[in-house]
């Protein structure tokens, strides 16, 4: 199966805690989006990367949330001091970079619940 | 200006009727309009996409329709089936800048058998 893999599916933390999320795109994918989704609401761009550089993270809330998509491996979001205001589905995309429209592929989400 | 509006939030359909949800855009720089479904515990999974320099794209008993003046659009599904039972977001990009993809809140669609 070659489609976006997230992994945990399913993260419990308590408040004050950490959480990373992982995502890997599709094979011959280099960009990377990731995107919240809140209870009974839409999704809501949060950052778009490319390896090893941030290219847009004009969604990404100012203080304790972090992405990277290094050169080896997974693109990470990590969101520190977690509240229970994070609780929500975190959903990574990725695309090939090619052509105008650049159809984004959805991975299945991480559910984040802050207790 | 970057809000996507979608109407209904919620719709109820009989087996083999149409179902038909509309969204709409303020901000002019958007030049591509997917159409996503979600089911319940999954990821949103592309539908069907449409470019502005055409008001109608068709495939199978899935139809956008565009209006470019009205800055809307519409996701029409004839024969709705009870599997069509999911969420429907719509969503718009402007290509030439922010790759970000701007979503609508969602429909969600109900199919009774």
């Known amino acids: 199966n070659a489609g976006v893999m997230q992994n945990p599916r399913h993260l419990v933390r308590r408040r004050g805690q950490e959480a990373r999320l992982r995502c890997s795109p599709m094979?011959?994918?280099?960009?990377v989006y990731w995107y919240r989704q809140l209870p009974e609401e839409g999704l809501k761009f949060m950052v778009y990367?490319?390896?090893?550089?941030?290219?847009?993270e004009s969604g990404m809330p100012k203080e304790r949330f972090s992405a990277e998509f290094p050169k080896e491996g997974p693109s990470i979001l990590r969101i520190q001091q977690v509240v229970r205001g994070d609780s929500a589905a975190y959903f990574c995309?990725?695309?090939?970079?090619?052509?105008?429209?650049?159809?984004?592929?959805f991975g299945p989400g991480t559910r984040l619940t802050v207790l | 200006q970057q809000q996507v509006k979608q109407s209904p939030q919620s719709l109820i359909v009989q087996k083999g009727g149409i179902s038909i949800i509309n969204c709409a855009y303020e901000?002019?720089?958007?030049?591509?309009f997917p159409w996503y479904q979600q089911f319940p515990g999954k990821g949103p999974a592309l539908l069907i996409a449409?470019?502005?320099?055409?008001s109608e794209k068709k495939e199978g008993r899935f139809t956008i329709s565009f209006n470019k003046s009205a800055k809307q659009f519409s996701l029409h599904i004839m024969d709705s089936q009870p599997g069509d039972s999911a969420t429907y977001f719509c969503?718009?990009?402007?290509?030439?800048?922010?790759?970000?993809?701007?979503f609508g809140s969602g429909t969600q669609l109900t199919v009774l058998p």
């Open positions: 990367l490319q390896k090893e550089n941030i290219i847009d």
């Open positions: 969503a718009a990009l402007d290509s030439g800048s922010a790759r970000q993809l701007t």
């Open positions: 094979k011959g994918h280099s960009h």
């Open positions: 449409i470019r502005p320099d055409v």
């Open positions: 901000n002019t720089a958007f030049d591509y």
């Open positions: 995309a990725s695309s090939s970079g090619q052509g105008d429209t650049d159809t984004q592929y």
